[in-house]
């Protein structure tokens, strides 16, 4: 039992790192899933809206409004780019207090998981 556990603990670091967006293999794959309203799983007040034209990406920061299906813009200035790499894909977000590149470590049609500073943050899909 001891033998499997330590086989299980030592390989699966291994298959951790092979995770990386089976989805999309170009970034207009990406910028396709990524298209759309995001909220934060663990904070559903808080939406993240992805839009892309002509190769150049947006996001808007925006909350919910009293009225349903209405939201308030708390922030509108941030540029995203898709960028591949060996390993995977990573956003970077150019915005008017700096930039700052995240990796982006699971993306499907409804559910992404992004990681920046060694933590995750989960998103699930609202609309397209």
Known sequence: MKKILILILTLLPFTLLG?????????????SHLSGIWKLKSNSKLLFEYTF???????????????K????VLDDHAFVEVIAYE?????????????????LKYLNSTRMILVADYKEVEFIKVSE
């Open 19 to 31: 995770q990386h967006l089976k989805c999309c293999e170009s970034t207009k794959e990406v910028e």
């Open 53 to 67: 034209e002509n190769d150049k990406g947006h996001l808007t920061e925006m909350q919910e409004s009293d009225q």
């Open 69 to 72: 299906g209405e939201y308030i």
């Open 87 to 103: 390993q995977g894909f990573q956003l970077k977000y150019t915005g008017l207090s700096g930039s700052s590149t995240v990796e």
